[in-house]
Nanobody, 127 residues
C-alpha cells in the first residue's frame, strides 16, 4: 500500500520546538517534492512549506518564515519539518504530501498537484 506517514507531533509550550517527519511506505520519495500543509480548527487547510525532490529549493508561507525549516534526507527516505519558536496560532493538524515532479513548482500550494497525502498529525501549542 502506497502511503505517507507523519510523526513527531504533540503538545508543546509557546516558544518551544517540534520536528515532524514524513515517511513513505511502498514507494520512495526521491522523485517527489514534499509539501507540508496544516489545518486549524474552523479554518481551511493551508500550505506551510515545500521542498523540491533534490532538496535544492524550498519555500515557506509568510507566517512561518524564519521559524520553520523544511529538509529531507533522500538516503533515509523521510522529509522533515523543524518548527521552532512555536506560537499558539501554529496549532493545527499537519499533513505531508508528495508531488511527483522534478524541479520546482511555484504553485506548490495547490493541493491538487499532490499524489499522496499523509493522515495528518496534531500539533498543539499551549501553555
Amino acid at each position: 500500500q502506497l502511503q505517507l506517514v507523519e510523526s513527531g507531533g504533540g503538545l508543546v509550550q509557546p516558544g518551544g520546538s517540534l520536528r515532524l517527519s514524513c515517511a513513505a511506505s511502498g514507494f520512495t520519495l526521491d522523485y517527489y517534492a514534499i509539501g507540508w500543509f496544516r489545518q486549524a480548527p474552523g479554518k481551511e487547510r493551508e500550505g506551510v512549506s515545500c521542498i523540491s525532490s533534490s532538496g535544492g529549493s524550498t519555500d515557506y508561507a509568510d507566517s512561518v518564515k524564519g521559524r520553520f525549516t523544511n529538509s529531507r534526507d533522500n538516503a533515509k527516505n523521510p522529509g522533515y519539518l523543524q518548527m521552532n519558536r512555536l506560537k499558539p496560532e501554529d496549532t493545527a493538524v499537519y499533513y505531508c504530501a508528495a508531488d511527483n515532479v522534478l524541479g520546482w513548482r511555484d504553485g506548490w500550494k495547490r493541493e491538487y498537484l499532490y499524489d499522496y497525502w499523509g493522515q495528518g498529525i496534531q500539533v498543539t501549542v499551549s501553555s
